[in-house]
């Protein structure tokens, strides 16, 4: 039974208790998975993202922020956010991270800031077709039309151009802030924060990027998907069910893009943070993510996910404070 009251024509909890999600496991890879990442890794890093810095547009949580724009695969050239200390000598950036967004895109670079770590520096993109600094010609940016955009087939679906725009913002902010670069034959150790879209994008990025030491997941999307297309939803998976309920073949697309498949290859520390109630984002996806993740994993469970609530704000800050402490431990040592 559904923790909240609400008026859905669905159970956002999905009639799963905590030991039912725990369980949940990650379709099998299809054949190729690992091949196809990798080389659309490869792409993404002989990408020269000629990033560009504009001036500050506002100063606040000890930092400022800057536009900035770079290029990402296929020669588009994507907008986002430049977050920089406001004070300290230079080079005194110690931290780096790259941040995604949910499926609306970002207007501002929002609650992420304050970053998780003092002395960090983070690039905020938003990728290709979403608002308002990732709109490119013919990529839809309502959601609901971009989940489906290049669908018919793995080479051609947006998810994975926008998979590489991560890639291309880490090239980018590595770039500008060559003091995160690390030691001379080491990679450099990057944070990597992503909720809802971005926490599935995160998923399906980091295995194949050695430059991410440390993530965290929040309401991750894309896990699981053969359950996710038997659960009615708000959010983008119910476009995808009704092109799914046309396009049956299309199954076979979405094996590659399957966020709890490529966790089984994501080996860097994560914390993730999935929701019992959530009605656009089925929880039982989301802990496909968590349940598959290969390495060093930290669960932070939320009791609702893009849902507000009385307890939102205590669970907000229960979670930047987790976001602290892990970050904390796994990017200063």
């Known amino acids: 039974m559904s923790a909240f009251t609400h008026d859905f024509a669905f159970d956002p909890s999905y009639g799963h208790s905590l030991d039912d999600l ?13 091949d196809f990442w990798r080389a659309r890794y490869e792409a993404a890093r002989a990408t020269a993202t000629d990033p560009v810095v504009g ?41 780096g991270f790259v941040v995604g967004h949910g499926y609306g895109g970002r207007h501002e670079p929002g609650p992420e800031v304050p970053l998780p ?21 013919g990529i839809p940016t309502e959601a609901d039309d971009h989940v489906l955009h290049g669908i018919e087939s793995r080479d051609t679906y947006v998810l994975a151009e926008c998979v590489a725009d991560l890639w291309c913002a880490a090239s980018a902010l590595l770039e500008l802030v060559p003091e995160l670069g690390g030691a001379p034959g080491t990679p450099p150790r990057l944070g990597y924060l992503g909720e809802s879209f971005g926490g599935g ?14 993530a965290q ?7 699981n998907h053969p359950l996710r297309l038997t659960l009615p939803c708000t959010g983008s998976g119910e476009s995808v069910r009704a092109y799914h309920r046309e396009h049956p073949e299309v199954t076979d697309v979405l ?3 399957d966020a709890a498949t490529a966790a089984t290859h994501l080996r860097v520390p994560a914390l993730t943070a999935p929701a019992l109630f959530d009605p656009a984002v089925p929880p039982p996806g989301q802990f496909a993510v ?44």
């Open 22 to 34: 725990l369980a949940v496991p990650a379709p099998p890879a299809p054949a190729g998975f690992a």
């Open 217 to 223: 997941l929040t309401v991750p999307t894309f896990g």
């Open 117 to 137: 770590l003092p002395r960090s520096a983070a690039l905020l993109p938003c990728v290709r077709g979403m608002e308002t600094r990732g709109r490119h010609p």
């Open 55 to 95: 001036p500050v547009e506002e100063e606040r949580d000890g930092v400022r922020v800057h536009g900035v724009t770079y290029t990402s695969v296929g020669g588009v050239r994507l907008g986002g956010w430049l977050v920089l200390p406001a004070e300290g000598p230079p080079g005194g950036v110690e931290h």
């Open 201 to 214: 994008l995160g998923a399906l990025a980091l295995p194949w990027d050695d430059r991410f030491a440390a």
């Open 255 to 257: 094996r590659y893009f």
């Open 290 to 333: 968590h349940n598959a993740l290969a390495g060093p994993r930290e669960l932070h469970v939320l009791q609702a996910g893009h849902f507000e609530h009385a307890g939102t704000p205590a669970e907000t800050e229960a979670l930047r404070k987790a976001r602290e402490a892990f970050f904390g431990a796994t990017l200063t040592r």
